[in-house]
């Protein structure tokens, strides 16, 4: 599941990405792409892929309610049982072929992989050095929650109440009700999807703040 607002430069790499791994795993996949508020062709670019790909369309300007209605609508159609498995990423991340193959294998409730940048053009070499080395201190498992790479167990998901309809670290709070009612919660480092290096983000305070926030202190 992918929400998007405003994202018709990025979303054909995006769900070519999705329909591709969804080819390598022997299950029936859905995606779905819901369009928040969008008003830059983006339903253009999502429907010319056909039946490959689902469109919901809602006007909330909210990511967390576009997470919900994504996860809504796939109800619908896949049902919300512990043999189901909902992940989601954003409009401007790149999953690999073997995302969804990975991420079901641990046999957890929740999975939690990491993004990379293929480019950090907004950092100086030894900034982005830095950051690197600040993101991967964690060591063999890690403590990052990024909507843009995560999975879960639909009977799980719908345990918890989902997504809620925060502006602003809707990911971060569904984690927290996944270990306080004590689920299982697998964190996977070498789960990761490229995502882009933009500092000008859809949701405010979201991580392209963070690199804004980066590349403002090294500019002072």
């Known amino acids: 599941m992918v929400p998007a607002h405003n994202e018709a430069d990025d979303l054909p790499a995006c769900l070519t990405a999705l329909t591709t791994a969804a080819l390598c795993v022997a299950v029936p996949v859905l995606v779905v792409v819901v369009l928040d508020s969008c008003d830059d062709g983006s339903e253009q670019v ?15 300007g909210n990511v967390g309610a576009a997470r919900a209605a994504g996860f809504e609508y796939a109800r619908t159609v896949c049902g919300d049982g512990p043999r189901t498995w909902y ?32 480019l950090l053009r907004s950092l100086s070499d030894a900034a982005t050095l830095h950051f690197q080395r600040e993101y991967d201190a964690d060591g063999p498992g890690h403590s990052h929650v990024h909507g843009a790479n ?10 918890v109440g989902g997504f809620r309809a925060l502006a602003t670290a809707e990911d971060g709070d569904l984690v927290d009700r996944f270990l306080s009612a004590r689920l299982l919660v697998h964190r996977d480092r070498d789960l990761s999807v490229a995502t882009s ?12 703040a963070d690199l804004k926030d980066l590349a403002g202190k090294e500019a002072s």
């Open 46 to 60: 999502a429907g010319g892929f056909g039946a490959d790909v689902h469109v919901v369309a809602v006007d909330a």
């Open 150 to 159: 995560m999975g879960f167990r639909a009977s799980a998901y719908w345990q």
């Open 87 to 118: 992940a989601t990423t954003d409009a401007d991340s790149v999953v690999s072929p073997d995302w969804l193959v990975r991420m079901t294998a641990p046999g957890a409730d929740m999975v939690l992989g990491v993004v990379r940048f293929p």
């Open 197 to 208: 290096d933009r500092v000008d983000g859809r949701a405010p305070e979201g991580f392209a």
